[in-house]
């Protein structure tokens, strides 16, 4: 099978696992997402995963009621270990080995993440799901996608949304939004798009880490993505 990519970073939010429901985790939705990121290990290619929390827990959200921020972005890099392991548990429930590291040491959670030890990972066909954020307070998922991305080496980073791209204003709330095919780090600035947080774009710029954003949750579409069809937006 002719892909694309050798290697890819995939970002997948929080709340996409919610699917249906207000809160937590949606089995069906983990399971089909599950589905659709076996279907490209199975075509050889070698896959990072980092997921946010929003769906349990969000730090920035935790500060309007009350809680110190760094304790509440603590709490926020622990959801996305829950999406980790769940995440993980559904990809071997579908036959796919997959590893989860940690930002943080929480031996025997997750193993401790370095560089060297998730490449080795993928190298042998697991997945490596890398959860923690970057460790720190006062960064979100997407700065730590960007670092992970960067430092696994991979060739682009993929940000699985519920919607198909990058539009010129909220598609859900602006009907006349128009889809843009591409566009370049500095016009997001410019325009002050909220696809990733400065700090993860202006990451992904210096280190000339593409990106594209696509519509996760319509099944199949992340295998057209790794087989170079032109769906969703890339960011260069």
């Known amino acids: 099978m002719n892909t694309k990519y050798k290697r890819i970073l995939l970002k997948l939010s929080g709340e996409s696992l919610m699917g249906e429901k207000q809160y937590g985790i ?3 939705k983990l399971a089909e997402y599950a589905g659709q ?10 896959i990072g995963i980092v997921i946010g929390g929003g769906n349990i827990f969000r730090g920035l959200s935790g500060t ?3 809680f110190d921020r760094v304790k ?3 709490m926020g890099m622990l959801a996305t270990v829950i999406n980790s392991l769940a995440l993980s548990s559904a990809l071997n429930s579908a036959g ?17 993440y370095s560089k060297w030890k998730a490449i080795e990972a993928m190298q042998q066909g697991e997945i490596a799901i890398i959860s923690g954020g970057t460790g720190n307070p006062f960064f979100t998922t997407d700065t730590g996608s960007a670092l992970r991305g960067i430092e696994i080496e991979a060739e ?18 602006d009907k006349s939004a128009v889809k843009f095919d591409k566009i370049s780090y500095d016009e997001i600035y410019n325009r002050g798009l909220k696809v990733m947080d400065l700090t993860a ?7 000339h880490l593409p990106i594209i954003v696509f519509d996760m949750d319509t099944p199949g579409n992340l295998k057209k993505v790794m087989s170079g069809e032109n769906i969703g937006t890339l960011v260069y």
Request: glycine share 10%.
């Open 64 to 66: 309007t009621q009350g």
């Open 156 to 173: 682009v980073m993929l940000k699985g949304t519920r919607v198909d791209g990058i539009y010129t204003a909220d598609p859900e709330k």
């Open 26 to 28: 949606d089995e069906k």
């Open 201 to 207: 774009t202006t990451m992904c710029k210096e280190n």
């Open 37 to 46: 990121i076996k279907e490209i290990a199975d075509m050889g290619i070698e």
């Open 72 to 74: 509440g972005d603590q």
């Open 96 to 112: 796919q080995k997959a590893r989860v590291f940690t930002a943080i040491n929480m031996y025997p959670i997750g193993e401790y």
